[in-house]
């Protein structure tokens, strides 16, 4: 199975700032990843997939990059409604499956 | 617009069973791979189950294989996943999510989800 690693557990940043977050993949994944938001009482929302193409409807600040094992979620300047929690997903491996990091808070500072 | 309704959670005692619904409206039922992904309360995602678009292709993850079976109807919109021997691990909002790719073996990444269904098991 691969295993996603998110870093940081935790991000603290002020609206209008950059933020970005960073996802591991233990095995080369190419560039089959996924990002998503959760709000809290929300499902996830699609952001970004193939590592750098953004899902309908989603802002331009928001920006994906990387490839095999090492990618960036970056967040240009800070909207209030960007705090939460941030998802990182492949779809490389499968069968038997995918798999999600443990994601990232981002938080307001 | 894309909808999915999940419906059939609720509280079931160790070794239960359940079956839990997905109503999919707002676009072509039956050309998209569709997948169940859970949280269980505080926790992050975890992949469940996937079944393409003609039910030709079905994965599970390694936790639910054997016990969970997934399932769809086509001509009814609905997606399905059946639970037996149901554990206190089960405990999770799940997911009914659309696969962004159309026609695929899937699953890839999830472009739709419904608000979720809350399982809890417990005695």
């Known amino acids: 199975e691969i295993v996603m690693m998110q870093s940081p557990a935790t991000l603290s940043v002020s609206p209008g700032e950059r933020a970005t977050l960073s996802c591991r993949a233990s095995?080369?994944?190419?560039?089959?990843l996924a990002w998503y938001q959760q709000k809290p009482g929300q499902a996830p929302r699609l952001l970004i997939y193939?590592?750098?193409t953004r899902a309908t409807g989603i802002p331009a600040r928001f920006s994906g990059s990387g490839s095999g094992t090492e990618f960036t979620l970056t967040i240009s300047s800070l909207q209030s409604e960007d705090f939460a929690v941030y998802y990182c997903?492949?779809?490389?491996?499968?069968?038997?499956?995918?798999?999600f990091g443990q994601g990232t808070r981002l938080e307001i500072k | 617009e894309v909808q999915l309704v999940e419906s059939g959670g609720g509280l079931v005692k160790p070794g239960g069973s359940l079956r839990l619904s997905c109503a999919a409206s707002?676009?072509?039922?039956?050309?998209?791979?569709m997948n169940w992904v859970r949280q269980a309360p505080g926790k992050g995602l975890e992949w469940v189950s996937s079944?393409?678009?003609?039910?030709?292709?079905?994965y599970y993850a390694d936790s639910v294989k054997g016990r969970f079976t997934i399932s769809r109807d086509n001509a009814k919109n609905s997606l399905y996943l059946q639970m037996n021997s149901l554990r206190a691990e089960d405990t999770a909002v799940y997911y009914c999510?659309?696969?962004?790719?159309?026609?695929?073996?899937?699953?890839?990444?999830?472009?739709?989800w419904g608000q979720g269904t809350l399982v809890t098991v417990s005695s």
């Open positions: 707002g676009f072509t039922f039956s050309s998209y791979s």
């Open positions: 997903q492949q779809y490389n491996n499968w069968p038997p499956g995918i798999t």
């Open positions: 079944i393409s678009s003609s039910s030709s292709y079905i």
């Open positions: 095995q080369s994944v190419s560039s089959n």
């Open positions: 193939g590592a750098s």
């Open positions: 999510a659309r696969d962004g790719v159309v026609a695929a073996a899937g699953p890839y990444y999830f472009d739709y």
